[in-house]
């Protein structure tokens, strides 16, 4: 089973920041948090993980808080591209530990 | 670079049949996963293989069953179809499983129909 909750869904103004919760309170020491998303029809896309500092990438920030218990995944400038289902996932930095999916959250981005 | 690749795109069963479906990895990849999407749901996890060897395998009864080839390229079997199978079947491609962290890199998927 997942190890994290999302909320189901969330809407974004176009050009809004879209900042998705997810809450992992069981998340273990070794374990690092992963997101990933799917746009309708195609296979999921990585966008970013990490351990306890926040992260920064092309794609997206990612604020992990202190205790480690939740996170959010924050798109800057969301545009009707990202409308998507965006999965939290946690995961030992080991190899190739399968992911683990939960249901995710489904961002629209609205025009 | 080539991605991955899936086929059929598309595929409709009846019950009791087999069913094949194909994956071909990214270029460089040595480890395919294999996952099930129900409609509404998230992909659950079935098996890994990497080279050529079954390398984890997740809450899937024996009917689902697989293989890696030297290439890389992968198939997964389904035996004794049931409605419940009917899904979107994800392959994903990644690199050396010695790494620290391996991208999964995942293909479009076949959407199989079981009636």
């Known amino acids: 089973d997942a190890k994290t909750t999302q909320p189901p869904s969330m809407d974004c103004a176009e050009g809004r920041a879209a900042n998705l919760l997810c809450n992992h309170s069981?998340?273990?020491?070794?374990?690092?948090v992963y997101w990933y998303r799917q746009i309708h029809s195609q296979g999921p896309q990585y966008i970013i993980h990490?351990?306890?500092n926040n992260e920064t990438n092309e794609m997206a920030s990612l604020i992990i808080t202190e205790d480690r218990k939740s996170s959010t995944l924050i798109l800057p400038h969301a545009t009707l591209r990202d409308t998507a289902v965006y999965y939290c996932?946690?995961?030992?930095?080991?190899?190739?530990?399968?992911?683990?999916f939960g249901k995710g959250t489904r961002l629209s981005v609205i025009a | 670079e080539t991605g991955v690749t899936q086929s059929p795109t598309h595929l409709i069963k009846t019950r009791g049949q087999q069913v094949t479906l194909r994956c071909s990895s990214q270029?460089?990849?040595?480890?395919v996963s294999w996952y099930q999407q129900a409609l509404g749901q998230g992909p659950q996890f079935i098996f890994q293989?990497?080279?050529?060897?079954?390398?984890g395998r997740g809450n899937f009864p024996p009917r689902f069953s697989g293989l890696q080839f030297p290439n890389y390229s992968s198939e997964l079997n389904v035996n004794a179809l049931e409605l419940d199978d009917s899904a979107l079947y994800l392959c994903?491609?990644?690199?050396?499983?010695?790494?620290?962290?391996?991208?999964?890199?995942f293909g479009p998927g076949t959407r199989l129909t079981v009636l």
């Open positions: 990490g351990l306890k």
């Open positions: 994903a491609s990644s690199p050396d499983s010695g790494a620290a962290h391996n991208e999964q890199f």
């Open positions: 270029s460089g990849h040595n480890t």
């Open positions: 293989y990497y080279r050529e060897e079954e390398n």
């Open positions: 996932i946690v995961r030992v930095l080991s190899g190739n530990t399968p992911l683990v």
């Open positions: 069981t998340i273990s020491g070794n374990e690092y």
